[in-house]
C-alpha cells in the first residue's frame, strides 16, 4: 500500500510527517489503509500551511496508491479541508440552529467587520474565516474552532477581545467564555435529584397529549 516511488507533485511528506502518515495507516486492516485518508489530508494540510493544493492531494493519493480523484472527493466534502489559503488563524464560526439561537450572527458581523468576506486572508497573512456546520459542541454554544482548539459560549466582545490580543501577539484563552468548566450548567441552583424524587416526578408526570 505504502509506494515510495516519487510522484509528478512538487509536495512530500517530509521524513517526519511520512512517518507519522505511516503510522496512521498501521491502525488499519491490511487492505483497509485507504481508511486513513483523512488523517493523511489532515497532516498534508499542516505540512502545508493550512491548506490543500492540487499537488498535496495528488501527493496524497499518491501515497496511497489511489486515483487522485478519490482523494479529491475527500478534500472537497469536508470543510476542515482547506482549498484555497488560510490565515495564521483560521476561525471555523459554526452556523448551526442552536449556535445561531444562541448569537452566532453577531459573531459573524464581527469577523465580516474585522477580517472582511468569508475565506478573505487579511493583508498580513494572520487571519481567516468561514462559517461551517454543527462543530459538535451544542451545549457550549456559540462556538468558533481556531485551528486545533475551540472556544466557546462567546459574545460578540469576547470575540473582539480575541480578535484584539491575536493582533497583539498575546496568548488566547480557549474553552468556554462563562467560565465554564467544560459543559456543566450555567444555572448555580441547579442541583440533581436523588433517585426517590426522581420516582415522584416520574409517578407525576403528565402523559402527552391533547387534554392531558
Ligand atoms: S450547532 Fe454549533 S456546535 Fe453544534
Redesign the pocket.
Given at each position: 500500500m505504502i509506494s515510495e516511488k516519487n510522484n509528478n507533485s512538487e509536495f512530500s511528506f517530509s521524513s517526519e510527517n511520512k512517518t507519522l502518515a505511516k503510522k496512521e495507516l498501521r491502525k488499519y486492516p491490511k487492505g483497509r489503509e485507504v481508511s486513513a485518508i483523512i488523517s493523511l489530508l489532515w497532516i498534508a494540510q499542516k505540512q502545508n500551511g493550512g491548506w490543500l493544493t492540487n499537488d498535496v492531494i495528488e501527493h496524497v493519493a499518491f501515497f496511497l496508491e489511489i486515483p487522485k480523484i478519490r482523494a479529491m472527493e475527500i478534500a472537497t466534502f469536508y470543510t476542515m479541508f482547506n482549498l484555497s489559503p488560510v490565515g495564521k488563524y483560521h476561525f471555523q464560526m459554526?452556523g448551526?440552529?442552536?449556535?445561531m439561537l444562541s448569537g452566532?450572527d453577531e459573531l459573524k458581523e464581527v469577523l465580516s467587520k474585522k477580517i472582511g468576506p468569508q475565506s478573505t486572508v487579511t493583508d498580513d497573512n494572520l487571519l481567516s474565516w468561514i462559517e461551517v456546520e454543527?462543530?459538535?459542541?451544542?451545549c457550549n454554544?456559540?462556538?468558533i474552532q481556531i485551528n486545533d482548539d475551540y472556544y466557546e459560549d462567546l459574545d460578540s466582545s469576547d470575540l473582539e477581545e480575541i480578535l484584539d490580543n491575536i493582533k497583539k501577539s498575546k496568548s488566547i484563552k480557549s474553552g468556554s467564555y462563562k467560565k465554564r468548566i467544560a459543559s456543566e450548567p450555567l444555572d448555580q441552583n441547579l442541583k440533581m435529584l436523588n433517585e426517590e424524587q426522581i420516582s415522584i416526578l416520574v409517578k407525576n408526570r403528565k402523559k402527552p397529549g391533547i387534554g392531558n
Open positions: 459554526c448551526t440552529t442552536p449556535c452566532s454543527c462543530l459538535g459542541a451544542c454554544a456559540p462556538v
